[in-house]
């Protein structure tokens, strides 16, 4: 399995706190966003690599701070060239920017956002995904009925099959919405080829997903514990109050 983690983005509504410094190295809980995060991807089985997608401008800070790790996969910093929020290539235009250059292969791979922190072992949701690895896997948080409207909206039946799934939807119905956390068979890597080329909104990966599950089967499960979205101060403040790294 590989990993790609998401962090080539601006964070503009974190400044002038993320001016001059990438968000997902933000320290919460005394170390960075990140490094709490590759924690989590460490501990998954048959891990052979991870790939952080930086910015042009801040991928100096994460070489720095890759070059500091002691892991027994490598960790390789990815830079997608670009220099500002104005040209950026979107979540999804930097994840087959990565893919172009560190192919996943015919391996299952992971995307994760990098201003994420979750409460559990990610280990959990790879148990999951092991029961049929020819299918994605979504993870998925109950909100309150109609919030979804302001993330994304999963419908799923009793077995977790994803019946339906809109992005930011005006009407949401459903109490279930996914983060930013998703496993993939290795076929979907050229399914997001495909998306792209017909046009598909390259920045929420979210619309990749909308458009996934039209294709290709998909699964959704429930998050096993506490999940932080570091998408704000206010975000930032909850964690460092409420986060703790999850045990091994």
Avoid: C
């Avoid at 979107?90 to 956002?113: C, I």
């Avoid at 919405?177 to 496993?183: D, G, K, P, Q, S």
């Amino acid at each position: 399995m590989n990993a790609y983690l998401l962090a080539a983005g601006y964070a503009t509504r974190m400044h002038p706190l993320t001016r001059d410094r990438p968000k997902p190295l933000l320290e919460v809980a005394g170390r960075p966003i990140l490094s709490h995060i590759l924690d989590g991807v460490l501990g998954l089985d048959g891990l052979r690599r991870v790939v952080v997608i930086a910015n042009d401008r801040f991928a100096p800070h994460f070489e720095r701070w890759a070059a500091g790790l002691e892991t027994a996969v490598p960790v390789e910093i990815v830079n997608d060239g670009t220099r500002s929020d104005a040209d950026k290539r979107g979540a999804l235009g930097d994840l087959a920017f990565a893919l172009a250059r560190r192919p996943a292969g015919d391996e299952p791979w992971l995307v994760a956002a990098g201003d994420n922190l979750l409460g559990f072992p990610l280990r959990q949701l790879q148990e999951v995904f092991a029961r049929d690895e020819t299918q994605p896997l979504l993870g998925v948080r109950r909100v309150k009925r109609g919030a979804a409207s302001a993330y994304n909206e999963v419908v799923m039946d009793d077995r977790g099959r994803v019946e339906r799934f809109r992005e930011k939807p005006p009407d949401a119905r459903s109490e279930w919405a996914a983060i930013a956390l998703y496993f993939f068979p290795p076929a979907v890597a050229a399914e997001l080829e495909t998306y792209l080329a017909e046009g598909g909104n390259p920045d929420a990966p979210g619309h990749f997903i909308a458009w996934l599950v039209d294709r290709v089967p998909t699964r959704a499960t429930l998050l096993p514990g506490e999940w932080f979205d570091i998408g704000s101060l206010e975000g930032l403040e909850h964690a460092r109050k409420r986060y703790r790294p999850p045990s091994p």
